[in-house]
T-cell receptor
Framework: KQEVTQIPAALSVPEGENLVLNCSFT??????LQWFRQDPGKGLTSLLL?????REQTSGRLNASLDKSSGRSTLYIAASQPGDSATYLC????????FGTGTSLTVIP | KAGVTQTPRYLIKTRGQQVTLSCSPI?????VSWYQQTPGQGLQFLFE???????NKGNFPGRFSGRQFSNSRSEMNVSTLELGDSALYLC?????????????FGPGTRLTVT
C-alpha cells in the first residue's frame, strides 16, 4: 500500500526566508507527483505537476523536484511571503492519487 | 474557463439519512474523482469516473456510491449516514485520466452528520 509522508508537519518562518518542504513515498510505482496548496476550509489549488519523464518543475518562486529512485520529492519556496501561509500537500500518482498528510506553513510578517 | 463546481457547499444531515453531492467538472474534462478529507485520515480517495464508467475505487464501504452523466457531471451518494461521515468532500477533474493529467479541485462540500 502506498504511504506518503510529509515532513515537517508544521513550519513557521519569518517573511523572506527560503524553505523546503519534503514528501516521501513508499512505493516507487508512481509515475507523476503533484503539489497542492490548501487554504483553510477550501479546496486544493494545484501548484506543480512533475511527470515521470521530468525531474523538476518551476513556477515563479516555487520549484519542485522528484527523485523516484529514492521515493522523494521536495518543494522549494523562495522568498516566502505571508500569502504563502497554507497547508501544502503532495500527491503521488499511480492508479489513483495518494495524498500526504500535509505541511502547515505559517509565514510571519 | 469556469473551474470545478460543487453543490451544495454545506450540508447538515442526521444519522441514518442519505445525501447526494454534485460535481461539475471543467468544460472538456472527462475524468472526475472524489475524495473525503477528515482531520484524522487526511485526504482519501473514494472513486474515479471516466466516460460514465467507474474506473477506480478506494477502500470505502458500499454505502458510498457515485455515477457520472454523459455531460461528465458526477454525483456521489452516501446512504445510511454515520457520524464518521462528517467530512469535506472534494471532487477533482482532469482531461483524460487520473495521473496522466493535472487534476483540478473544486471547493468541496462540507457535510456534517448529527
Amino acid at each position: 500500500k502506498q504511504e506518503v509522508t510529509q515532513i515537517p508537519a508544521a513550519l513557521s518562518v519569518p517573511e523572506g526566508e527560503n524553505l523546503v518542504l519534503n514528501c516521501s513515498f513508499t512505493d516507487s510505482a508512481i509515475y507523476n507527483l503533484q503539489w497542492f496548496r490548501q487554504d483553510p476550509g477550501k479546496g486544493l489549488t494545484s501548484l506543480l505537476l512533475i511527470q515521470s519523464s521530468q525531474r523538476e518543475q518551476t513556477s515563479g518562486r516555487l520549484n519542485a523536484s522528484l527523485d523516484k529512485s529514492s521515493g522523494r520529492s521536495t518543494l522549494y519556496i523562495a522568498a516566502s511571503q505571508p500569502g504563502d501561509s497554507a497547508t501544502y500537500l503532495c500527491a503521488g500518482i499511480g492508479n489513483q492519487f495518494y495524498f500526504g498528510t500535509g505541511t502547515s506553513l505559517t509565514v510571519i510578517p | 474557463k469556469a473551474g470545478v463546481t460543487q453543490t451544495p457547499r454545506y450540508l447538515i444531515k442526521t444519522r441514518g439519512q442519505q445525501v447526494t453531492l454534485s460535481c461539475s467538472p471543467i468544460s472538456g474534462h472527462r475524468s472526475v474523482s472524489w475524495y473525503q478529507q477528515t482531520p484524522g485520515q487526511g485526504l482519501q480517495f473514494l472513486f474515479e469516473y471516466f466516460s460514465e464508467t467507474q474506473r477506480n475505487k478506494g477502500n470505502f464501504p458500499g454505502r458510498f456510491s457515485g455515477r457520472q452523466f454523459s455531460n461528465s457531471r458526477s454525483e456521489m451518494n452516501v446512504s445510511t449516514l454515520e457520524l464518521g461521515d462528517s467530512a469535506l468532500y472534494l471532487c477533482a477533474s482532469s482531461l483524460e485520466r487520473t495521473g496522466g493529467d493535472e487534476q483540478y479541485f473544486g471547493p468541496g462540500t462540507r457535510l456534517t452528520v448529527t
